[in-house]
Protein backbone atom coordinates (compact mmCIF):
# COMPACT_ATOMS: atom_id res chain seq x y z
CA UNK A 1 0.00 0.00 0.00
CA UNK A 2 2.66 1.91 1.10
CA UNK A 3 4.10 1.97 -2.64
CA UNK A 4 0.52 2.83 -4.22
CA UNK A 5 0.75 5.89 -1.70
CA UNK A 6 4.11 7.11 -3.01
CA UNK A 7 3.94 6.76 -6.47
CA UNK A 8 0.70 8.57 -6.29
CA UNK A 9 2.42 11.47 -4.59
CA UNK A 10 4.98 11.47 -6.42
CA UNK A 11 2.67 11.66 -9.49
CA UNK A 12 0.55 14.56 -8.57
CA UNK A 13 3.63 16.69 -7.16
CA UNK A 14 5.64 15.79 -10.98
CA UNK A 15 1.71 16.34 -12.73
CA UNK A 16 1.93 19.56 -10.82
CA UNK A 17 5.34 20.57 -11.76
CA UNK A 18 5.03 19.68 -15.33
CA UNK A 19 1.13 21.58 -15.71
CA UNK A 20 3.23 24.58 -14.53
CA UNK A 21 5.99 24.76 -16.75
CA UNK A 22 5.73 25.73 -20.37
CA UNK A 23 7.90 25.22 -23.36
CA UNK A 24 8.41 27.55 -26.54
CA UNK A 25 7.51 26.54 -29.81
CA UNK A 26 8.32 29.17 -32.04
CA UNK A 27 7.05 31.99 -30.67
CA UNK A 28 4.16 30.16 -28.60
CA UNK A 29 4.30 28.78 -25.21
CA UNK A 30 2.60 25.55 -25.03
CA UNK A 31 1.66 23.72 -21.67
CA UNK A 32 2.98 20.67 -21.29
CA UNK A 33 0.50 18.08 -20.55
CA UNK A 34 1.10 15.49 -17.52
CA UNK A 35 0.80 11.93 -18.88
CA UNK A 36 1.28 8.55 -16.54
CA UNK A 37 3.93 6.34 -17.34
CA UNK A 38 2.16 3.74 -15.61
CA UNK A 39 -1.22 2.81 -14.55
CA UNK A 40 -2.26 0.49 -11.13
CA UNK A 41 -4.18 -2.43 -13.16
CA UNK A 42 -6.92 -4.06 -10.90
CA UNK A 43 -4.72 -6.83 -10.01
CA UNK A 44 -2.22 -3.91 -8.50
CA UNK A 45 0.55 -4.40 -11.33
CA UNK A 46 2.37 -1.67 -12.41
CA UNK A 47 0.85 -1.49 -16.28
CA UNK A 48 3.67 0.39 -18.72
CA UNK A 49 1.38 3.38 -20.55
CA UNK A 50 2.91 4.41 -24.02
CA UNK A 51 4.32 7.78 -24.77
CA UNK A 52 3.13 9.97 -27.35
CA UNK A 53 4.87 9.91 -30.71
CA UNK A 54 6.78 12.84 -30.82
CA UNK A 55 4.89 13.41 -34.28
CA UNK A 56 1.12 13.65 -31.91
CA UNK A 57 0.27 16.02 -34.76
CA UNK A 58 -0.80 12.79 -36.79
CA UNK A 59 -4.16 12.81 -35.22
CA UNK A 60 -5.06 15.88 -36.72
CA UNK A 61 -3.89 14.47 -40.04
CA UNK A 62 -5.90 11.15 -39.96
CA UNK A 63 -9.06 12.51 -41.65
CA UNK A 64 -6.59 13.94 -44.21
CA UNK A 65 -4.91 11.13 -44.99
CA UNK A 66 -8.64 9.51 -45.04
CA UNK A 67 -9.38 11.76 -47.62
CA UNK A 68 -6.16 11.22 -50.12
CA UNK A 69 -7.18 7.11 -49.87
CA UNK A 70 -10.54 8.57 -51.32
CA UNK A 71 -8.83 10.67 -54.01
CA UNK A 72 -6.91 7.75 -55.10
CA UNK A 73 -10.05 5.45 -55.57
CA UNK A 74 -10.71 8.18 -58.79
CA UNK A 75 -7.17 6.77 -60.53
CA UNK A 76 -7.37 5.30 -63.86
CA UNK A 77 -5.12 3.13 -65.83
CA UNK A 78 -1.30 4.35 -66.19
CA UNK A 79 -2.04 7.22 -64.20
CA UNK A 80 1.68 7.63 -63.94
CA UNK A 81 1.95 7.55 -67.49
CA UNK A 82 4.29 4.33 -67.26
CA UNK A 83 2.02 1.88 -66.89
CA UNK A 84 0.57 1.37 -62.89
CA UNK A 85 -2.49 0.03 -62.48
CA UNK A 86 -5.72 1.79 -61.35
CA UNK A 87 -6.37 1.12 -57.80
CA UNK A 88 -7.65 -1.93 -56.18
CA UNK A 89 -10.50 -0.53 -54.68
CA UNK A 90 -10.82 -3.43 -51.51
CA UNK A 91 -7.21 -2.55 -50.64
CA UNK A 92 -8.38 0.88 -50.23
CA UNK A 93 -11.35 -0.17 -48.10
CA UNK A 94 -8.92 -1.97 -45.90
CA UNK A 95 -6.19 1.06 -45.66
CA UNK A 96 -9.12 3.34 -44.80
CA UNK A 97 -10.31 0.80 -41.61
CA UNK A 98 -5.98 0.59 -41.42
CA UNK A 99 -5.55 3.99 -40.88
CA UNK A 100 -8.57 4.76 -38.82
CA UNK A 101 -7.62 2.16 -36.34
CA UNK A 102 -4.14 3.44 -35.82
CA UNK A 103 -3.21 4.58 -32.36
CA UNK A 104 -2.27 7.84 -31.03
CA UNK A 105 1.63 6.92 -30.68
CA UNK A 106 1.73 5.61 -34.15
CA UNK A 107 4.35 7.51 -36.41
CA UNK A 108 2.99 10.13 -38.71
CA UNK A 109 1.49 7.93 -41.72
CA UNK A 110 1.42 8.55 -45.73
CA UNK A 111 -0.49 6.37 -47.93
CA UNK A 112 0.03 5.67 -51.80
CA UNK A 113 -0.51 3.01 -54.36
CA UNK A 114 1.62 0.39 -55.95
CA UNK A 115 2.47 -0.14 -59.18
CA UNK A 116 -0.13 -3.05 -59.23
CA UNK A 117 -2.78 -0.90 -57.74
CA UNK A 118 -2.51 -2.16 -54.09
CA UNK A 119 -2.82 0.87 -51.16
CA UNK A 120 0.32 1.57 -49.22
CA UNK A 121 0.79 3.14 -45.88
CA UNK A 122 4.44 4.14 -45.11
CA UNK A 123 5.91 5.05 -41.59
CA UNK A 124 9.01 7.48 -41.50
CA UNK A 125 10.53 8.29 -37.71
CA UNK A 126 14.27 8.78 -37.98
CA UNK A 127 16.04 5.66 -38.71
CA UNK A 128 12.46 3.78 -38.47
CA UNK A 129 10.87 3.03 -41.93
CA UNK A 130 8.03 0.66 -42.33
CA UNK A 131 5.63 -0.07 -45.28
CA UNK A 132 2.44 -2.01 -45.21
CA UNK A 133 0.89 -3.13 -48.68
CA UNK A 134 -2.30 -4.29 -48.58
CA UNK A 135 -3.80 -7.11 -50.50
CA UNK A 136 -7.39 -7.66 -51.73
CA UNK A 137 -7.65 -11.06 -49.75
CA UNK A 138 -6.81 -8.87 -46.31
CA UNK A 139 -3.58 -10.01 -46.53
CA UNK A 140 -0.49 -7.92 -45.83
CA UNK A 141 2.96 -7.53 -47.03
CA UNK A 142 4.44 -5.67 -44.66
CA UNK A 143 8.69 -4.32 -44.15
CA UNK A 144 9.42 -2.97 -41.17
CA UNK A 145 13.80 -1.49 -41.07
CA UNK A 146 14.90 -0.13 -37.42
CA UNK A 147 18.54 0.55 -37.08
CA UNK A 148 19.20 -1.38 -40.04
CA UNK A 149 17.49 -4.44 -38.93
CA UNK A 150 14.91 -5.43 -41.01
CA UNK A 151 11.43 -7.48 -40.67
CA UNK A 152 9.47 -8.76 -43.68
CA UNK A 153 5.51 -9.85 -42.48
CA UNK A 154 3.31 -11.40 -44.80
CA UNK A 155 0.08 -13.02 -43.68
CA UNK A 156 -3.79 -12.51 -43.21
CA UNK A 157 -5.00 -9.40 -41.09
CA UNK A 158 -7.19 -11.68 -39.24
CA UNK A 159 -4.46 -14.27 -38.71
CA UNK A 160 -2.87 -14.15 -35.21
CA UNK A 161 0.71 -15.06 -35.76
CA UNK A 162 0.88 -12.35 -38.66
CA UNK A 163 -0.73 -9.54 -35.79
CA UNK A 164 2.03 -10.66 -33.20
CA UNK A 165 4.56 -10.36 -35.77
CA UNK A 166 3.03 -7.14 -36.66
CA UNK A 167 2.88 -5.55 -33.03
CA UNK A 168 6.55 -6.71 -32.44
CA UNK A 169 8.30 -4.77 -35.10
CA UNK A 170 5.89 -1.84 -35.31
CA UNK A 171 4.89 -1.27 -32.26
CA UNK A 172 1.07 -1.38 -32.55
CA UNK A 173 -1.59 -3.64 -33.39
CA UNK A 174 -2.72 -4.60 -37.00
CA UNK A 175 -6.08 -3.46 -37.40
CA UNK A 176 -8.28 -2.75 -39.74
Not at 3 to 28: C, I, L, Q
Not at 33 to 58: F, R
Not at 158 to 167: A, P, V
Amino acid sequence: MADRTSFAKTYVTVANFVKSSAFAVGEVACPIQAMPTAIISSCGQNVPVPAPHPEIGQLEMLPAVVARLEELRELDEDHDGEGAHAPIQETLDIAVGFVRALPFYAPTVAVGLSREGFAVAEFHAGEEFGQVIFQPDRSIEAYHNKKGKSVLIEGGIGDQKTSEDFHHSFGFRLEA
